[in-house]
């Protein structure tokens, strides 16, 4: 059976985005493959976080997994920072990547551009290849991600390559998967930017919101003076990201979309939008509210990282053994 891997970082809370862009391919392709969902803490902490936050973050995200339809007796769901050989693995790599690739990552050139280097930390610089160490320790066949992380992705398979030529058949070579509907969810009041936990806030939906802030949200999300509900990103950016957010949640095409509203105003739209995505979360949330302070989360989440350790270190035994490092 082919492998995934995936995770998330609990740097915010989730979003919509995280939700479209990377949990509901997480639950369809978890009936076809091994999938491996992570919480990737050690990522989190490239910028700074605060200590009882980063905490409560942390198993937030494992809940929502499961809340999400993640099913944890199909799907290894664990904690990033409880398997050591991530950074074990991540360090060796960083020993085979050169500095000029990891000055071509464009999401941090556009940070070093936007806050300079000297308040970057060197993790937040080499983060790349911590992210190449979670997907080539499990054999990952496939990485469901956004389209912001493909460039990571495509670095992983570079890494990967260089090792095994160099040293011998080690890792699989991953490839990403990135949906053709909702890889980039726009913020709503800016929607030439990505919908991100850090950004602007009445622009982005959490999937903690309640109903009447989601409502509110996506009532004044910025559209377009035309009036017309028709996909078109280069001229109606507003219009077709909250298109593309309706397709994903109904799984109706961005065509029938367009016909069934043709003769509807954008508040008629955004109204009809509005329902179907609190009938989403909502259910969500309950669930969510359950799991999160029940023994099986920490049961699930144990059982996790005693599978990931398992396989982790084999294949960092396997690695250190091709370079000489085992006596
Ligand atoms: P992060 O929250 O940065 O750890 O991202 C976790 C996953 O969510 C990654 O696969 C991202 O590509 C995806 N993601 C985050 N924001 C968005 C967005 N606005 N649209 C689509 N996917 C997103
Ligand atoms: N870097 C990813 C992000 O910012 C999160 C991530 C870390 C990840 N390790 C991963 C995603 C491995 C896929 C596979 O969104």
Known sequence: MKKIFSGIKP?????????????????KLQHEYECYFCVVDLHAITVPQIKLELKKRIKDIA???IACGIDPNKSTIFIQSEVHAHTELSWILECNTYIGELNRMTQYKDKANKVGTDGLSSGFYTYPVLMASDILLYDSDLVPVGEDQKQHVELTRDIATRFNNKHGDTFT??????????????DLQEPTKKMSKSENDKGCILLLDEANIIRKKIMSAKTDSEMKIKYDV??????SNLLSIFSII?????????????NCNYGEFKKALANELINIIH??????????????????????????NYLANKKVRKVKKRLGLLR
């Open 11 to 27: 740097s915010g809370d989730l979003t919509l985005g995280n939700y479209i862009g990377a949990i509901t391919n997480f639950i």
């Open 63 to 65: 809940a929502f997994y």
């Open 173 to 186: 070579i991953p490839e990403h998967l990135i949906p053709k509907v909702g890889a980039r969810i726009m």
């Open 234 to 239: 280069l001229n109606k950016p507003g219009i």
């Open 250 to 262: 109904t799984k109706k095409s961005i065509n029938s979309l367009e016909n069934e509203f043709k």
């Open 283 to 308: 259910p969500i949330q309950q669930k969510y509210e359950n799991i999160r302070t029940s023994r099986e989360l920490d049961e699930i989440l144990d059982e996790g990282a005693k599978k990931a």
